[in-house]
């Protein structure tokens, strides 16, 4: 890459950093928190932003932070007092600043309507937006400058210098006959310092008279850097007698103290012709393959970095540690399985795995660390869009946001983001009333709308709650009817009816409005949380408000399962779907309808079904009084007792998706490898159950025909 | 006449891009030691530990500012002979001229290119090679 190219992606990821922390300062200042090292870093960020955009010649980008820039200079020395209105025309010449950002990154094409906002902001500075652009670097000539003198000094004192080592080495035979090689001997010569080798064929006579098993060769050798004459006699220790050894000291005199007295103004030490020290280190003759000497000796001079800052690191290489330490996991696992097998009183071995195990488990967590991201990348980009939002529908908004610190993989934050903006949309556009509405109902005029994130048994919990009207049920239920996702008789509870809106096909908005109205539907977002692993759920109450709860797994990477078998199969059952294990009574199962099943747990009935029927497993047990049943909760379809033939344990199994190589399969989720070295298939519940409802319904389903139940 | 490649530089902003942008002028011009920092108060202990012939400095950085850290490196006998050329994002006449007081030998504007830092790279140590 081009490095100026390599230097603009840094500047755009720094961007990103900056214009976060400028939303930051903004936001406090809104809510009248900023100290003065708040607008200052809000200022520096602004500034930043246009110093790098400056050097890359992003001139529209520059002539509006130039203005910006103007104003929190105003903001930041107390000459421009930051009231509510003036944050306001700040926070949305941010937004445009962001626009901007964009804009440059894409190479300029989509232009960015800054005009009003350049204009509040020149009202604010009192200066004209339209000669505003960086003025053009002067030059002070006028300023004279202090006479430099630099002087260092000798800070760096010369080691003693070393004697160059002088040693001749001529094999017999004798060392041929030992499998010794002199290319080894030289090698290990070349450790010790940088050498120069010469090699000494007088003595090779022509190909006549040459004896292949013959000695002929001899090698001269100049070693530098190196103190001690032990240390190259050691190298020779095991040919002393199979060779002739000479080796010589040079005195060398004490070199010039390193090239770095610089003073003025002269600067003497920085001339070329005082350099003893860094001659170029002796290449070898060309015919000299043996000189191929590491060099590691000449090792530059490493200049210690002191920079303690986070560091970016490639994704890449983290995945790849990551996926390392999964296979670490798994060949443990097949290691104590093997262990286990072989030897039956292996109580001191089984205890050493034991604390290998739990070694690998905390590498592994800690390894899964590095991904992990607060969720402040994403809840940062949401005071923006409830502000764009609720100007475009004439509401007013506030937006509250708690445990924004909240941490979870970073493969989770980048897939949350779109199902997240879609909520806060459909909650300021459907969930809150115009501000008309909510004074003649007794509200404030200004809603609310919560975001709020936090840990949970092992999940994430994201909540978007708004204080607006809550879901019109009956408006809801007419709809589903009209649809025709609902029969007119059908008997629904109240969670039942809220759920219903995130049917694939299903607005209850009595208009389409350009914002929640983009042609996604919250199945969508349903989708996409399911996709990853979680679910979503609505709470809603007349009159009050409703709330949207995602539960999202911490990490795609690992999962908690229940190891089952299956005829000649093992399935892995995420765990955080099982409700519990039982063994029924062939009493508590019912045939419903032509071949479903009913299990009485505790007088409630739930669908039966059997996995080894479901997924066609060879060798499956088909006697439900004999399996083990498994009763487990999916999202919105409710509960269902799965059974299986027995319960083989419970461990942690790395997730290998194959949808890249297979595709989706209703039903299954993705495989993992077992301690055996088999591959395992990792049940989704979520389709399962789904599958299984849908065809109790009697409508056949793609599920049904790919399974063939 | 003295070689770039021997000079020492201390390249201090907190804007990343900034310090890439100056440490590949300053390579262009054949320095190779060149070392950077984020912050002004770790260049200053960085410094003490392993001078260097020049230091480029930001103006407006979190903790301290560029005119502080000048203030501190004069006011340390074993740096004062350090070269030191201020950063700046605007021609402000008043800022470069507070800081010639201080005894910057030099300043430069960004966004700035590799001719003219080179040239103010000469007007310290002389033609460089």
């Known amino acids: 890459m081009d490095p100026m190219e390599a230097i603009k992606q840094t500047y755009f990821q720094e961007c990103d950093e900056l214009l976060l922390a400028m939303e930051e300062g903004l936001i406090a200042m809104e809510s009248g928190e900023a100290d003065s090292e708040t607008i200052n870093a809000v200022f520096r960020a602004v500034h930043s932003i246009k110093g790098g955009g400056g050097a890359f010649g992003f001139e529209i980008l520059v002539g509006f932070s130039h203005v910006f820039e103007t104003a929190m200079d105003l903001v930041r020395s107390g000459k421009l007092d930051p009231t509510p209105d003036v944050v306001k025309v700040l926070l949305r010449a941010g937004d445009k600043l962001s626009d901007h950002v964009t804009a440059a990154r894409n190479g300029g094409s989509d232009a960015v309507d800054d005009a009003e906002v350049k204009a509040e902001l020149a009202k604010l500075t009192g200066e004209d937006p339209e000669d505003a652009g960086a003025p053009a670097p002067a030059d002070f000539e006028g300023l004279a400058f202090a006479p430099v003198m630099i002087d260092i000094g000798d800070e760096e004192p010369a080691a003693p210098p070393c004697p160059i080592w002088h040693v001749r080495f001529a094999p017999h035979a004798g060392l041929y006959a030992k499998a010794n090689e002199p290319y080894l001997l030289i090698r290990e010569l070349g450790m010790l310092g940088p050498i120069e080798v010469t090699a000494d064929l007088s003595k090779l006579p022509d190909l006549s008279a040459l004896e292949p098993d013959q000695a002929y060769f001899a090698w001269n050798v100049a070693l530098k850097d190196c103190p001690d004459r032990t240390k190259v006699e050691e190298v020779f220790e095991f040919v002393s007698g199979d060779c002739d050894l000479e080796i010589t000291e040079e005195k060398v005199e004490a070199a010039a103290p390193a090239a770095f007295a610089i003073s003025a103004p002269g600067l003497p030490s920085l001339d070329d012709d005082d350099e003893p020290a860094a001659a170029p280190v002796a290449e070898a003759q060309p015919e000299e393959k043996k000189a191929a000497a590491p060099a590691a000796a000449q090792a530059a001079p490493t200049t210690v970095d002191l920079i303690k800052q986070t560091i970016r690191v490639d994704l890449d290489k983290v995945d790849r540690l990551v996926n390392l330490v999964g296979e670490l996991v798994i060949t443990q696992a097949m290691l104590s399985q093997r262990i286990l097998d072989s030897v039956q009183q292996g109580q001191t071995v089984s205890a050493g795995l034991g604390e290998l195990e739990h070694l690998l488990r905390e590498l592994q967590e800690a390894v899964m660390a590095i991904r992990t991201q607060p969720v402040k990348s994403v809840f940062q980009r949401m005071p923006r869009l409830v502000r764009e939002t609720a100007a475009q529908t004439g509401k007013e908004v506030r937006l509250e946001i708690e445990g924004e610190t909240t941490e979870v993989d970073k493969t989770v934050i980048e897939r949350l983001g779109e199902p997240l903006t879609h909520m806060i949309r459909n909650a300021v556009d459907h969930g809150l009333e115009t501000p008309a509405e909510r004074v003649a109902a007794g509200k404030p005029a200004e809603g609310t709308v919560k975001l709020s994130a936090e840990h949970r048994g092992g999940r994430i919990i994201i909540e978007v709650a708004d204080d607006g009207r809550g879901i019109n049920r009956s408006k809801v239920r007419e709809k589903a009817i009209e649809r025709g996702l609902i029969s007119p008789n059908a008997n629904l509870s109240d969670e039942e009816i809220d759920n219903l809106i995130f049917l694939p096909g299903f607005s209850t908005a009595a208009t389409v409005s350009n914002i929640s109205g983009r042609g996604v539907g919250l199945d969508v977002v349903r989708r996409n949380i399911m996709d990853l692993g979680g679910r979503i759920t609505i709470g809603s109450a007349n009159g009050k408000g409703s709330k949207f709860s995602l539960t999202l797994p911490l990490t795609l990477a690992v999962l908690d399962g229940m190891i089952v078998a299956v005829g000649e199969q093992t399935f892995v059952l995420p765990l955080s779907h099982i409700i519990e294990s039982l063994l029924p009574k062939s009493a508590d199962v019912k045939a419903f309808g032509s071949n479903g099943m009913l299990l009485n747990v505790r007088g409630v009935y739930v669908p039966l079904v059997s996995v080894g029927r479901l997924l066609r497993v060879p060798g499956a047990k088909y006697d439900l009084a004999n399996s083990v049943v498994i009763l487990v909760e999916s999202e919105g379809v409710g509960r269902m007792a799965l059974a299986v033939d027995a319960i083989v344990g419970q461990r942690q199994v790395v997730i290998k998706s194959f949808e890249s190589n297979i595709g989706h399969i209703d039903g299954i989720a993705a495989a993992t490898i077992l301690g055996d070295g088999r591959v395992a298939l990792i049940l989704d519940i979520d389709g399962l159950v789904a599958g299984c409802r849908e065809g109790t319904g009697g409508r056949p389903t793609e599920y049904q025909q790919a399974l063939g139940a | ?129």
């Open chain 2, 1 to 129: 006449m003295p070689q770039a490649s021997k000079i020492r530089a201390v390249v201090v902003d907190d804007q990343l891009t900034m310090r890439t942008l100056v440490r590949s002028c300053l390579q262009q011009i054949g320095l190779t030691d060149i070392r950077e920092f984020p912050k002004a108060p770790e260049a200053l202990s960085a410094l003490k530990a392993q001078p260097a012939h020049i230091v480029f400095s930001d103006f407006n950085m979190p903790e301290m500012d560029g005119l502080e850290f000048l203030r501190s490196i004069r006011s340390d006998p074993s740096l004062k002979g350090i070269g030191f050329i201020l950063l700046t994002g605007r021609a402000d006449a008043d800022l470069v001229k507070r800081a010639a007081q201080f005894g910057a030998n030099n300043y430069l504007v960004k966004p700035f290119t590799v001719a003219v830092m080179k040239q103010k790279l000469e007007q310290i140590f002389g033609a460089l090679s």
